[in-house]
């Protein structure tokens, strides 16, 4: 969830700034470019921050996943060697 909603803000930000880009040299000038572009700057922001909160959220998942298969295939093998009885 939090993958799509970094892309969604990269990808307004891209037409944001573009926008303001357009904006300025059409005449239109400072007045609506300007804002435009600091929207895009702090989507742009927003858009990073939230990429490294997915990839930190990412990392800690996988090790969860990692520990838990770990443990089951270590009971695994004990059950199965009798070292490990089913009520324990």
Known sequence: ????????????????SSTAVATSLSGTGITIGAPLGGIAALLGCASTVMTGANKKFQTEVKQTTDSQRSVRRIS????QSGRLMKNE
């Open 1 to 16: 969830m939090v993958h799509y909603f970094a892309i969604g803000l990269g990808s307004t930000t891209t037409a944001l």
């Open 76 to 79: 695994k093998k004990n059950f």
